[in-house]
Nanobody
Framework: QVKLVESGGGLVQPGESLRLSCAAS????????MRWYRQNPGKEREKVAG?????????HYADSVKGRFTISTDISENTVYLHMDNLLPEDTAVYYC?????????WGEGTLVNVSS
């Protein structure tokens, strides 16, 4: 059974850091492009970052997070991370993990990040 389980969200103050984790099971992330998305109520889901897991090579960052967020993978742990520095109130959202390749795609259930003073 395929599962993506996000963790690491929480309430932080502006300027602080968080690291999100997405633990995959049921498939090897080395076969996937792994992505992080985020979404707020009433808004479209936004692609935040993407990486070709097998090469640990990032392929995409949203302009709004460039220089502050870093996506990475640990193939041995079958896990993808999103390290977020200098968090801003506008980074508040539910963050979702996504895995996919030709003809298939999986989503996690999300983890809430709340940046507030």
């Amino acid at each position: 059974q395929v599962k993506l389980v996000e963790s690491g969200g929480g309430l932080v103050q502006p300027g602080e850091s968080l690291r999100l984790s997405c633990a995959a099971s049921g498939f090897p992330i080395s076969k996937a492009v792994m992505r992080w998305y985020r979404q707020n109520p009433g808004k479209e889901r936004e692609k935040v970052a993407g990486i070709i897991a097998n090469y640990n090579a990032s392929i995409h960052y949203a302009d709004s997070v460039k220089g502050r967020f870093t996506i990475s993978t640990d193939i041995s742990e079958n896990t993808v991370y999103l390290h977020m520095d200098n968090l801003l109130p506008e980074d508040t959202a539910v963050y979702y993990c996504n895995a996919g390749n030709s003809g298939w795609e999986y989503w996690g259930e999300g983890t809430l990040v709340n940046v507030s003073s």
